[in-house]
Nanobody, 129 residues
Framework: QLQFVESGGGLVQPGGSLRLSCVASGRSLDYYHIGWFRQAPGKEREGVSCMSSGDTRTYADSVTGRFTISRENVQNTVYLQMNSLKPEDTAVYYC???????????????????????WGQGTQVTVSS
């Protein structure tokens, strides 16, 4: 069973940066499409950025040019580099994954949360002065 532990969240001022990490255990991430998602208070979970098993990336319009998703397969870790943070980026951030045999990349490239099966516990990001 694939499991995740996210870290790297915290309090940052507007314009600042954070790097989130998501360490996977139980399975190799080589055969999973992965993504970062967030949920703000009173809002539904939304996709932030997703990456195929072949490293094709998609980004939500609201974070394009500011966030970068990456993975280190040897470390079985997914990262989200967040720059130029804004107060509206405040949310709990989750990593998620779906096995390549469960869904092709075109099926999950939209980064819709309901297309992803495995989830971490989340890490809080607060952007405030």
């Amino acid at each position: 069973q694939l499991q995740f532990v996210e870290s790297g969240g915290g309090l940052v001022q507007p314009g600042g940066s954070l790097r989130l990490s998501c360490v996977a255990s139980g399975r190799s991430l080589d055969y999973y499409h992965i993504g970062w998602f967030r949920q703000a208070p009173g809002k539904e979970r939304e996709g932030v950025s997703c990456m195929s098993s072949g490293d094709t990336r998609t980004y939500a319009d609201s974070v394009t040019g500011r966030f970068t998703i990456s993975r280190e397969n040897v470390q079985n870790t997914v990262y989200l580099q967040m720059n130029s943070l804004k107060p509206e980026d405040t949310a709990v951030y989750y990593c998620g994954a779906v096995h390549v045999t469960a869904a092709s990349w075109p099926m999950v490239a939209s980064c819709a949360p309901n297309k992803y099966d495995f989830w971490g516990q989340g890490t809080q990001v607060t952007v405030s002065s």
